[in-house]
């Protein structure tokens, strides 16, 4: 089937509207939607939009300027290696698909095809203090080779800061998984600077890129983070905090994880630490799993347990398997083929994010026997909901 290539004028209009809305994108999406394309929402008269308060200021961004701007923005991007990649196209990741607020379009700067990042391996997020222990560095470096010497190898994916973030990549690159750093800047710049040999090397090393949703020549500042740890949460089927004050963005990134029905693991630590303190709150509130062990780990992000052999030619591949078996049939081994676990996994399946409210009404379920049943799956490893009581099934089963 050959892939959506999104035509030059359309993905330079939806440039200029990530420009444009990138901290409401969903109003671009709407606009979007109403009117047919991105192209499209450009074309007087303007949109009726109570949510933006000044249409003196939209009306002139939304203006052939922009859409100007947008064209000499791709051509600067193309030219530096990069590529900017729309919501329309096929390249466009599909779990940030998912996600409500997801923005409109990424740059990406890499070595590799945007389906050889995105679409051949599992991501796993790894966040933490920029204040990291000899414990948390420990931790990070056992938890990133145990991941490296599983079945199934991941992408990891962090936000190429001091601390936890450049460990992570770091060890990422030395046990040889692919790493994508994700910047609060635009892609012609990298913070913090010190790190540009890191970032060089993700740039160069296969699979691996750097990421974001900002237009060239954007700078740090505080709201850019926020950004950039959604997109984080946003990209990944787990996230792993490995040490976490009691505020950061560290937490908010496990914050927005649940809120997109990914998993959340934290690494504990002592209680008298302020560097553990966030990681013991997650764990505390049932934000996150506890890390007990980095086999434990491997087995509950999804990857399998058993080791990788090294074939004659010399390279690391999955020990030969039979055919993968569906969720239908382990959700029947494990709870019978009439059960209402089986009936729930299934609809999770179908229907990612639904809410328990929801689920009684798809199911025909009384609400007590329908909690009750997701309690055992949640127990199970099977399941897991979040703060709003939505439902997403585990790496493990997904």
Known sequence: MEKNTVPHDELAAFCAL?????????????????????????????????SIPSRAELSAQLSGGTLEWAARELKLVRESGGRFICVADDDYPQPLLECEDRPLGIYLRGSSSPAEIFQLR????????????PYG??????????IAEAPVRPCIVSGLAYGADAVAHQCALE???????????????????????LADSIVSSPGSALVTDY???TAPIPMTFLRRNRIIAGLVSAVVVVESKSKGGSLMTAKYACGYSRDVFAVPGRLDDERSAGCNSLIANNMAQIVSSPEELVSRLGLGSGPRYRSPGGSWAVSPHPRPRTLDERLT????????MRRIGLAVKEHRGITLDELCGQLGLPYSELVSAVITMEMDGVLRTDILRRCALTPAYA
């Open 137 to 146: 560095r420990e931790w990070c470096r056992k938890l990133v080779s145990a």
């Open 122 to 133: 599992p991501m796993i997020g790894f966040v933490g203090t920029r204040d990291l222990s």
């Open 175 to 197: 046990f040889g998984l692919p790493t994508v750093g994700v910047l609060p800047t635009g892609i012609d710049n990298v913070y913090p600077y010190r790190h540009q040999a």
């Open 18 to 50: 990530n420009k444009v809305f990138g901290y409401v994108p969903s109003l671009a999406l709407r606009l979007i939607e109403e009117r047919g394309s991105a192209m499209a929402v450009f074309h007087p008269p303007l949109p009726e939009l109570p």
């Open 215 to 217: 237009p060239t020549g």
């Open 333 to 340: 081994d494990k709870y019978g083929e009439g059960s209402v």
